[in-house]
């Protein structure tokens, strides 16, 4: 990575010690070179105010450089927009395991909440419901998922690694694995406060229900129940789903299916736009008509950048897939904050914070951009430059009319074009 500080800055720190001009000169020589992954000693940090001489955790540090020693410009008190799912509490049950990260463990992430959640081949996520919108992408392995709308109409289908699905708020739904090893996926809500481990569960429901009433309502013997489980499953193992096309048939039974489906094969989607620097697939309500929740899937080369843009319609959280990268969030009044990311982060933007993504690795980046609002919208930098007097442009930047003339008319999106 560059590092991007002018000699300017680097003198007015030294020049706070006194040094002579031949002290400078050395220290000015001997800081020339690229930052390393020795988060307490960086080869281009070697004035007296820039030794940190302990309490170094030297592993957080070396995966997050740009917090232990931020860009020049960099500045102010950003909230924080960076956490891990490798920090968050793993629920393990029979059957599979679980994790969150919610505007509990990130403050700013007000208008979304990610879960993370692993199922054996036969594990089981409970028949259940909440009342937000639930998005999701397959990340590994495949699974059958079913739900029942407000008609009585049946969606079930299998997933494979890349498809999403939704399941609109108040909806009944589960997911179960499939062979050979079940599944990994990320569910998205439209709430930070969401809480995967406060859902309406089908028996934790029936076991706060009098068993006279369950008879009543079924009209059954109150015995029929007798085998319901005490305490809620949430997940659990059992065996594999029977024959797809046979469920599905049976599901659908007097009522047929949900008229707009509930899944979206974005693995075989042709991207939204394609330049030397990676890809991007928008996928909104204009191509997933049932979503209320908008995402980006973008994929960034080695060098690669997301180029500057902000939301103006939603706030943005942002998983990230594989790969690594840094985001600079300018957040107004001369405050700026660079942090690092690599797979398993969330981030996260305020609405109309504008941003970049950079790919900081040797591999592809990827991660999710999503937005609680079912059109996707951004403003890019390089739009509005380009979209602009050009006279009016250049007289507060000062760049040239040749480099306002010669920017692309359309969005780029990402760069090198
Ligand atoms: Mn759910
Ligand atoms: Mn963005």
């Given amino acids: ?27 000015t020589i001997a800081m020339v070179g690229e930052r390393t992954a020795d988060a307490q000693q960086p080869a281009s940090h070697t004035a007296p105010n820039e030794i940190n001489p302990g309490q170094v955790n030297g592993p957080l540090a070396a995966e997050n450089p740009d917090s232990e020693w931020s860009p ?21 049950e029979n059957g599979g395991w679980t994790r969150q990260v919610t505007a509990r463990e990130l403050p700013i992430s007000t208008t979304i909440a990610g879960v993370e959640m692993r199922l054996t081949a036969g594990g089981v996520r409970e028949l259940h419901w909440h009342v937000e919108a639930e998005w999701a992408i397959m990340l590994y392995g495949s699974a059958r998922i079913t739900a029942v709308d407000q008609e009585g109409r049946s969606f079930v289908n299998d997933v494979n690694k890349g498809d999403l699905w939704l399941f609109p708020p108040g909806v009944p739904h589960s997911i179960q694995g499939l062979g050979p090893d079940g599944c ?139 790969g690594k990268g840094r985001m600079t969030v300018f957040a107004a009044g001369s405050t700026a904050r660079t942090m690092d990311f690599e797979e398993g982060d969330v981030g996260y933007i305020p609405i109309s914070n504008p941003h970049y993504i950079e790919n900081t690795g040797d591999s592809d980046l990827v991660f999710l951009e999503m937005f609680r609002t079912s059109e996707y919208q951004d403003i890019s930098l390089a739009e509005w430059m380009a ?27 990402i760069r090198p074009v």
Avoid: C
């Fill in 387 to 413: 979209h602009t007097p050009h006279l009016l442009m250049n007289q507060h930047l000062d760049v040239g009319m040749s480099v306002l003339d010669n920017i692309p008319k359309g969005e780029v999106v």
């Fill in 184 to 322: 990994k996926f990320l569910l998205v809500f439209d709430d930070g406060n969401f809480d995967e481990f406060h859902t309406f569960l089908i028996t934790d429901w029936l076991a706060h229900t009098p068993k006279e009433v369950l008879a009543k309502n079924l009209d059954v013997p109150p015995s029929t129940f007798d085998k319901v489980p005490k305490k809620e499953l949430f997940i659990f193992q059992t065996g594999l789903p029977g024959d797809l096309k046979t469920e599905q048939a049976q599901a659908a039974q007097g009522t047929g299916t949900v008229p707009k489906t509930f899944d979206f094969k974005a693995s075989t989607m042709k991207p939204t736009k394609v330049t030397r620097g990676g890809e991007v697939k928008i996928i909104d309500s204009k191509i997933f008509p049932v979503t209320p929740i908008s995402a980006a899937i973008v994929t960034l080369k080695p060098g690669g950048l997301r180029e500057l843009h902000w939301h103006p319609n939603a706030d943005e959280w942002q998983y990230y897939i594989t």
């Fill in 72 to 92: 020049s410009t960099d500045s102010g008190t950003v909230k924080p927009f960076k956490y891990s799912f490798a920090l968050s509490h793993k629920r393990v």
């Fill in 1 to 27: 990575m560059p590092d991007i500080e002018t000699d300017d800055t680097k003198l007015s720190r030294r020049d706070v010690f006194g040094l002579g001009s031949a002290a400078l000169a050395a220290a």
